[in-house]
């Protein structure tokens, strides 16, 4: 992509985000973001007349062999602005972060967005940024699956291989995570791009058996699953993964954290992107992109492990699992939303 369209992309993002004149925006860097996004950043928001400015942080100073990866997208809430208090502090002034380092799960987003700033994350290639750019429609979509979400007491997911599992909600469920693109509310944070909506359960009390199929996808792997898995699930906390080799990669994986907290159950929800591609990750390099098209791709079921400190709760580990499933079924106090890969209730129907 030309340098002139990626400034015409971004501009068009940070219109949506109602970056203008009166306004302060940030563009956070690291040692590993786009060069090419921060000029472009920068600009998009100047030509809307905010007042920008860029802040790039040095690596933080951490031990790299307490943590089994750094690989894109691997590891979580340890970021440059650990421990970095100065630099908190500066972000929370600005109203809008745009944010090239990856702050999600950390304690210092959460301190941020509770500022009243409105975060932007951003890491993908141009390509997928611009295929999935914010759609008309889609933020609707994904209110009306929040507002169902946030009066929901159960939900529970299925695939034809055998998945029955059931999430208790309420303890969190009352605000539910909204993804679709950008992000134009104090404190709100977004990711571009992206439409799915999710919510994670009440502690303790998520039970049943997840057995991922072929064609489900892991993250951080990047990678389809190609064998059946059996995650048995009780009172909140995965007890055993099960199966041939990918059962046998999951659970090394998992043990390498050394953390207890990895083994417990996260987010869940479902995609509402029409135009994230189930398959793309077998075209891009790993360490290009985020997955984006796997988290969000229109009927998927996405569930998770780890960290919850996003809805208050003190689970801050790194290890996170994003685990799509592709074909099943979703339900909320038995209505489905998703039935064999396909959303059902109209108003989320794209
Ligand atoms: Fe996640």
């Known amino acids: ?23 302060v925006m940030a563009v956070l860097t690291g040692p590993n973001s786009r060069a090419d996004y921060a000029a472009a950043f920068v600009a998009a928001g100047q030509r809307l007349g905010a007042e920008v400015f860029r802040l790039d942080l040095p690596p933080a100073a951490q031990d790299a062999s ?27 002034r600005v109203d809008m972060l745009v944010d090239l380092v990856g702050l999600l799960h950390s304690p210092e987003q959460v301190e941020i967005q509770r500022a009243g700033a409105r975060v932007l994350m951003v890491v993908e290639p141009p390509e997928i940024l611009a295929r999935m750019f914010p759609r008309e429609g889609n ?7 929040g507002r169902r979400l946030a009066r929901a007491k159960q939900l529970r997911i299925t695939n034809r291989a055998g998945t029955d599992l059931t999430y208790q909600l309420g303890q ?49 792997f990047k990678d389809f699953v190609r064998s059946e898995i059996r995650v048995n699930v009780v009172d909140g906390w995965i007890k055993s993964i099960e199966g041939g080799f990918d059962a046998e990669h999951l659970r090394h994986f998992m043990a390498s954290w050394n953390d207890p907290d990895a083994y417990a159950m996260a987010h869940i929800g479902w ?57 099943a ?13 396909e959303v059902i209730p109209e108003d989320m129907r794209a």
């Open 1 to 23: 992509m030309s340098a002139i369209d990626l400034l015409d992309m971004f501009q068009r993002e940070l219109a949506l985000c109602k970056v203008g004149p009166g306004q």
């Open 66 to 92: 307490q943590t089994p990866t750094t690989a894109q997208g691997a590891l979580w809430g340890r970021t440059p602005l650990t421990g970095h208090r100065s630099g908190v502090e500066m972000l929370k």
């Open 172 to 220: 969190y469920s009352k605000t539910p995570i909204l993804q679709y693109g950008y992000t134009d509310q104090p404190g709100r944070w977004d990711h571009f791009p992206g439409a799915f909506v999710y919510t994670w359960p009440n502690e303790g009390q998520s039970n049943g058996t997840i057995v991922l199929a072929p064609g489900d996808i892991i993250f951080p």
């Open 271 to 327: 995609g509402l992107d029409k135009m994230g591609l189930w398959n793309s990750l077998s075209l891009f390099n790993k360490e290009s992109y985020i997955g984006q098209d796997g988290r969000a791709f229109y009927g998927n079921v996405l569930w998770s492990t780890g960290p919850n400190t996003d809805v208050g709760g003190s689970r801050t580990t790194p290890a996170h699992l994003d685990i799509a499933m592709k074909g």
């Open 139 to 145: 933020r609707e979509r994904v209110e009306a699956g």
């Open 329 to 341: 079924s979703l339900f909320l106090d038995g209505e489905p939303m998703v039935l064999d890969g």
